[in-house]
């Protein structure tokens, strides 16, 4: 009698070791599971913010493209009488003038500035414009009126202008790092945008070809 019981016990027990490595076999396997899913969609979600970074900034590029592309030759209001500027560059900003929207269903030409704003660690790209009158005040400037920032967050945003310079002896298109040609546009502006988004590089650059420059 005591013997069968034995056998009974170690029956019991037996089976119950068997379920236990059943168990911790199906525990491994739900782990290995679950963290391939996590790691799928850490995955995804790192695609879906790089999508995102690459449309925000493909925006831009094409706004930027149509403003610039469609500057106008005509003087800037705030001007050197001797030394009037239809288009003005440097590395980190330009000025020209440009039909821009006013509003919601309103066009204007207006003087338009792109620069660059300190923002902490990091520059946002900002757009300002002025109306092409002079304010109520007979030696005041023209009224600045500032638009939404365009973009945060950059490194930085560098200008470059392709001309042919006025001077005589000048023949040949160069690209250069500033623009005040007296009346003319630059042919071309190369816009580089450099910025980080979830801790990747994003970078912007366009060939901005000036519809009415010489």
């Known amino acids: 009698m005591s013997s069968s019981h034995s056998n009974g016990d170690a029956g019991e027990a037996g089976f119950t070791l068997v379920e236990m490595l059943v168990t911790l076999a199906l525990i491994a396997l739900l782990a290995t599971v679950m963290i391939g899913a996590i790691v799928q969609m850490r995955s ?74 300190k923002n902490g660690n990091t520059f946002d790209l900002v757009q300002s414009s002025s109306p092409r009158r002079l304010s109520s005040s007979s030696n005041g400037p023209a009224t600045l009126v500032l638009s939404p920032t365009l973009v945060t967050g950059l490194q930085s945003v560098t200008f470059e202008y392709l001309g042919v310079p006025s001077a005589p002896d000048a023949t040949q ?9 007296p009346g003319r546009l630059p042919r071309a502006v190369r816009l580089t945008v450099k910025a980080e988004r979830n801790r990747q590089p994003v970078n912007l650059e366009r060939l901005i070809n000036l519809e009415l420059a010489e």
């Open 173 to 181: 298109s160069n690209w250069q790092t500033s623009w005040n040609e």
């Open 44 to 117: 995804m979600s790192a695609i879906s913010q790089r999508n995102d970074a690459n449309t925000e900034f493909e925006a831009l590029g094409n706004y930027l493209d149509k403003l610039i592309a469609n500057a106008k030759p005509l003087p800037l209001i705030e001007n050197n009488q001797e030394h009037l500027l239809v288009f003005e560059g440097a590395p980190d900003h330009i000025r020209f003038v440009a039909v821009i929207r006013i509003g919601s269903d309103q066009l204007g030409l207006r003087d338009v500035e792109l620069a660059m704003r």
